[in-house]
């Protein structure tokens, strides 16, 4: 080939590598799993799929091109629904009436007023952290419809559905409290509640108890008037412990000609002993 030779290119060859560039670049959609919540699961399908057509300019294709991607990224699970369907050849080609068989099969309309009656029943268990509670509020909420006040109708749940009420009354005098406000002081009350249990949990550790029988004086200076002990200069030569006897000293007497049986007090438990 000369150097001076020019080489033609037709421009379908830049629109294919252009779009086998572009395929490379986009994130395909995961494929429709039965496990789980066959709702959810569907919804996020959905939402991918629609990603991908739209970034990669596949919404141009005509419905039938649509309906084959649409078939070929559903996954295994998805092409074993679809062929339970019972659809014609001619709906099957179409993408909007085969992603409406979808829709009303994985997520069918559903009962709102039970949905809030589910969500309104839930409160926290005895021993249930907040977390725990609050993920499952959650849950429950995204089949309730509440659209922009879902997040009010969340606020309200966390506020009449925790345990604690002292953080309840404190949460009810909190003036337009939102639920992000509610999530963080129930967070930190449990939080601090968990740590004051540690703390007074190491306070409350039983005193060591110390049994003294005898003290031994070696040297003892009697004080001048010879009744008592100079303490000033009085030291402990030695400790010793023995383990006594904690039986009761009971005696007989007579008193008015009866016979009753008393218990001796002998003094103190423990006596210290000058030698």
């Known amino acids: ?60 294709k005509s419905p039938e091109v649509q309906a084959a991607i649409f078939l070929n990224m559903v996954g295994d699970f998805g092409r074993q629904l679809h062929s339970n369907f019972n659809m014609t050849a001619k709906d099957s080609s179409d993408i909007v009436k085969l992603m409406e068989q979808f829709e009303e099969f994985c997520a069918p ?59 309840q009354e404190k949460l009810l005098a909190i003036e337009d409290i939102t639920s992000e406000k509610a999530i963080t002081l129930c967070r930190a009350a449990e939080l601090a509640k968990s740590q004051a249990k540690e703390v007074q949990g190491k306070n409350n550790a039983p005193p060591i108890r110390v049994g003294i029988d005898a003290v031994m004086e070696n040297k003892v200076k009697k004080c001048g008037n010879g009744e008592g002990f100079d303490l000033g200069s009085l030291s402990i030569g030695s400790v010793g412990e023995k383990k006594l006897s904690r039986r009761s000293w009971y005696e007989p007497i007579v008193i008015e000609k009866v016979p009753v049986t008393v218990k001796v007090d002998t003094g103190a438990d423990v006596q210290i002993v000058l030698i």
Request: charged share 40%; net charge negative.
């Open 1 to 60: 080939m000369d150097d001076d030779s020019v080489i033609f290119i037709d421009d379908s060859y830049w629109e294919e590598n252009s779009e086998e560039e572009m395929e490379s670049t986009f994130k395909l959609p995961e494929s429709l799993v039965s496990e789980g919540s066959m709702d959810h699961n569907w919804k996020i399908f959905k939402r991918d799929f629609q990603i991908y057509l739209t970034a990669s300019e596949k919404n141009k």
């Open 109 to 167: 309309k559903k009962n709102v007023v039970y949905e809030r009656f589910k969500l309104n029943q839930r409160c926290q268990k005895e021993g249930e952290n907040f977390d725990s509670f609050l993920t499952d509020i959650q849950k429950l909420i995204r089949t309730c419809e509440y659209g922009e006040e879902e997040k009010n109708a969340l606020r309200d749940r966390i506020v009449i559905g925790i345990r604690d009420s002292r953080l």
